[in-house]
């Protein structure tokens, strides 16, 4: 089973910046393709960024050039760097894993409230 666990949201104004992380447990981190997603309030849930075992990575254009995915296999911790946030980015943040490239993800974790004021 893999435990997934997120950390550093909070209420930040626009402009501002916050760093995510997603602790990984119960498994071989390295061995899983990771992703960002969230849900603002209302909406479906919307994929934000993904990063590969190989460390390739892909994001929604709505973050482009503002959001920055990594991965520290030693640490086993996913993060999400985020500038010059906007009120639009409010929402629960949400890491997951999987084990293939195209499937579905396997494992999500609990979520994290980032609530951007304008």
């Known amino acids: 089973q893999v435990q997934l666990v997120e950390s550093g949201g909070g209420l930040v104004q626009a402009g501002g910046s916050l760093r995510l992380s997603c602790a990984v447990s119960g498994r071989t981190f390295s061995n899983y393709h990771m992703a960002w997603f969230r849900r603002a309030p209302g909406k479906e849930r919307e994929f934000v960024a993904a990063?590969?075992?190989?460390?390739?990575?892909n994001y929604a254009d709505s973050v482009k050039g503002r959001f920055t995915i990594s991965r520290d296999n030693a640490k086993n911790t996913l993060y999400l760097q985020m500038v010059s946030l906007k009120p639009e980015d409010t929402a629960v943040y949400y890491c997951?894993?999987?084990?293939?490239?195209?499937?579905?993800?396997?494992?999500w974790g609990q979520g994290t409230q980032v609530t951007v004021s304008s």
């Open positions: 997951a894993a999987r084990v293939l490239p195209v499937s579905g993800y396997d494992y």
């Open positions: 990063i590969s075992r190989n460390g390739g990575t």
